[in-house]
């Protein structure tokens, strides 16, 4: 039977800390994948639903983007995977008697962990104006509510609809259309949060912003370099995968702060072999300072400049562009500086040089660690330099892998989901849908924050997610999201966003992905792109966890009949019957989806097209792939003060938090914790065990605290700290952004540490 959620709260947040682990997966996965979702599912419903997760007639893991390999597994999930679809599957129910037991003053108190292990909503609520109490309402007047704010805006521009990656293809392309009718670009979405650094480095210098490798490619390669991630809890199947690629012979260089179990040794448990003994997969652990990666890969850059015949003179010369600026720039890097800035040694750097040149085949890896800096931009294009000096992009075993976090991100992007829409994509909706989409750039997660906190935004609209908890500046974020008029949450469980509201707000439960979807024209499937480019459908398989639930794309076009009206000669209403019109309409729109309904038939999906990985044609404003030649950057630290990451335990999937334990890091029970090099913490006074409050430093002078911090004596490199998020998103200012995609710097935040205000 499955287990109850937990009554008291706050959940007891009193960590135990042991030493970190060694090895990801094996035996204790098992365990842990079977104790928590037979709690939330039972046994039955377990073994039911985990079967069904990432196989070919299933559905997708709403959990990350890692791709699915050709040949499926009986058991094609991860830990982390089984936990974010125990959790969508739960028995568990929040309905309106709950609400009517837990005011919105009393939900506010309630940890994240503790919300979500509620259960699935199952009825629209609405909160009223002045009102404490959610109350179950009928979807007509939830649309009626939506409606009546919509048209009374003084102008589109103050709604803001924003997007979390697990929504699906079909459901963002109609998003954005009915957003785009209406009248607005405000398409806000996680990705702002996430890979926007990768994408816009990647767009400038190889024309596409998405990474150019397939998991063949992986297994192909014979030099894998894993920067700024952690696979073991973020990407957990990727640890699969680059065992088979060191089972080719490929050699793995890991770059991170912080020494992480999962790329130390992988206990696969598809093996018995590897379920005992594992595979080591790191050959060479470069354990960077916060924010020193531009360094590393300018300082490798200039070796490699100074190499006889390291640089693939043929490809430089026919398909990149900026080729001796950049060069000029990297030979007159200063050594000292820029070795400084890494927090290496030449030794290392030398080691890692040797391994680049014995390589034919290298991938370059990266997630939040390389993407949540002011200088993630120019980082990013200094690992395309990389790349491209030695014709690492556009062939078998070699290219640019940002692996993405969330199930559908890149897809709701593919979709139209962007704020900065381009004119060919807008060219085309008008074509397809007949009306003149707006032209202006719309606000992307933080012009959001600033447009609600300035009363120039008064709608916030969001497709899934929990936007408060993600976004930085929590403090500011509440004030402003409470200055809505009103606030709308598509959502499958409850979250803190809910009890952090507009004027008048309401929660439209929706269909999980793995519930099965029945509209006019009999069950329909959704399709998604994982981050490596690969479209394929996702059927849902359970009843749905209320008979109260619509599909997104089903509130999408309600909502949009009922906003738009008659004027719209958008077929709304055959769109919500059969999903496989709207994909003939996409197939119109969206480049690479050609024939969209025939292709998607194929259990194994299709590959979208890639120029610079499929014909080493790089469409850029040069024709050519971009060298660049930008000045190194890395983190500055004041006297007494340390950089802080904000990170995910092992129990978390972005702001989901599935336990309150960090296994691998050998944390238990407890999320109020601060990461601490031991040497730092001697010289800081910081006993282990001893409690302290974090404040961040930034210009504006504003002190942001978090408070209440147990430290632990941690292998972090010197002078870097890390904490999870989002207790610690409080401390990341607003302002503190990357240059040119404006993602918030929560990776390398200035912190001094003092003695705890609360413990
Ligand atoms: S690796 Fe990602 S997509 Fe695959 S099962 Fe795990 S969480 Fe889900």
């Known amino acids: 039977m499955a287990g109850k959620p937990p009554q008291s709260d706050p959940v007891q947040d009193a960590p135990q800390v042991a030493e970190p682990k060694h090895a990801a997966a094996g035996l204790p996965a098992i365990g842990h994948t079977l104790r928590i979702a037979q709690r939330q599912m039972g046994v039955k419903r377990t073994a039911l639903t985990l079967l069904r997760v990432n196989q070919k007639d299933g559905f997708d893991c709403p959990g990350c983007a890692w791709p699915e390999p050709e040949h499926r ?18 028995l568990r129910r929040v309905t309106p008697d709950f609400f009517a037991a837990h005011p919105v003053s009393d939900l506010a108190t309630r940890s994240g962990y503790w919300l979500g292990q509620q259960g699935r909503l199952t009825h629209p609520m609405y909160l009223a104006e002045g009102a404490d109490r959610y109350e179950a309402v009928p979807w007509e007047r939830a649309f009626d509510i939506i409606a009546e704010e919509l048209t009374g805006l003084d102008s589109p521009d103050e709604a803001l609809f924003y997007t979390s990656g697990r929504t699906s293809n079909e459901a963002a392309f109609l998003y954005q259309l009915f957003a785009r009718e209406f009248g607005t670009n405000n398409l806000p979405d996680c990705s702002n949060m996430c890979h926007e650094s990768s994408g816009s480095a990647l767009n400038e210098t190889i024309g596409i912003g998405k990474g150019s490798v397939l998991l063949d490619d992986l297994y192909q390669a014979d030099l894998i370099i894993v920067a700024g991630q952690n696979p073991g809890t973020n990407h957990p199947r990727m ?69 006889e015949g390291a640089v693939d003179e043929a490809f430089v010369g026919e398909h990149t562009h900026g080729y001796e600026e950049f060069a000029e720039a990297a030979r007159a890097a200063d050594w000292d500086e820029t070795l400084t800035a890494t927090g290496l040694t030449r030794a290392q750097i030398d080691e890692a040089l040797s391994m680049v040149l014995a390589s034919k085949r290298t991938i370059v890896c990266w997630a939040m660690g390389l993407t949540q800096h002011k200088h993630s931009v120019p980082t990013i294009r200094e690992v395309v330099n990389f790349l491209l000096l030695r014709g690492n992009i556009g062939r078998p075993g070699a290219g640019v892998c940002p692996v993405r976090g969330h199930s559908n991100v890149q897809g709701d992007r593919t979709m139209g989901i962007f704020e900065r829409p381009a004119p060919a994509f807008l060219d085309a909706l008008e074509k397809e849908f007949g009306f003149a989409p707006p032209r202006g750039h719309g606000y992307d997660v933080v012009r959001a924050i600033r447009a609600m906190r300035d009363d120039k935004a008064k709608v916030f609209f969001a497709m899934g997610g929990n936007f408060v908890s993600a976004s930085p500046d929590t403090e500011v974020t509440e004030a402003a999201m409470r200055r809505a008029r009103l606030t709308v949450h598509v959502s499958t469980k409850l979250n803190r966003s809910h009890a952090v509201t507009g004027a008048r707000a309401l929660i439209l439960p929706t269909l999980g992905r793995t519930e099965r979807d029945l509209q006019g024209g009999g069950e329909q499937f959704v399709t998604v792109e994982d981050s490596m480019g690969m479209v394929h459908a996702s059927r849902g398989r359970l009843d749905p966890a209320s008979t109260q639930l619509l599909s997104e794309p089903a509130i999408v076009c309600r909502l949009a009949r009922r906003v738009l009206g008659e004027d719209s000669r958008t077929p709304w209403e055959e769109f919500e019957k059969d999903y496989a019109t709207v994909r003939d309409r996409i197939a119109r729109v969206v480049p690479g989806f050609d024939d969209f309904n025939a292709r998607v038939a194929d259990p194994a999906g299709f590959a979208l097209p890639h120029a610079p990985r499929d014909e080493r044609r790089f469409p850029t404003a040069t024709g050519k792939a971009n060298f660049t030649a930008a000045p190194v950057e890395y983190p500055k630290l004041p006297e007494g003060r340390l950089l802080l990451q904000t990170l995910r335990s092992h129990d978390q999937y972005n702001t989901t938090i599935y336990g309150l334990d960090d296994r691998y890091r050998g944390i238990k029970n407890g999320r109020r914790v601060v990461l601490v090099n031991p040497e730092d913490a001697r010289e800081l006074g910081l006993a282990d065990g001893s409690y302290t409050d974090l404040v961040s430093e930034w210009k504006d002078g504003v002190e942001r605290r978090a408070a209440g911090f147990r430290v632990v004596h941690y292998p972090t490199a010197r002078g870097c700290a890390a904490a999870y998020y989002p207790e610690t998103n409080v401390l990341v200012p607003l302002d503190a952004t990357a240059d040119t995609s404006n993602t918030p710097a929560s990776k390398s935040v200035v912190v001094r540490l003092e003695q705890s205000t609360t413990n």
């Open 73 to 90: 597994h009986t058991a094609e999930f991860c830990e982390n995977g089984a936990k974010a679809v125990a959790e969508e599957a739960t």
């Open 239 to 307: 640890l699969s995968a680059l065992e088979k690629a060191k089972s080719n012979g490929a050699r793995i260089i890991t770059v991170n702060p912080l020494p992480e179990a999962g790329m130390e040794r992988f206990k696969n448990p598809q093996t018995p072999q590897g379920m005992f003994k594992g595979a080591a997969l790191t050959d060479l652990f470069l354990q960077i300072r916060i924010g020193g990666d531009q360094a590393l890969f300018r300082l490798l850059n200039k070796l490699i400049l100074e190499t």
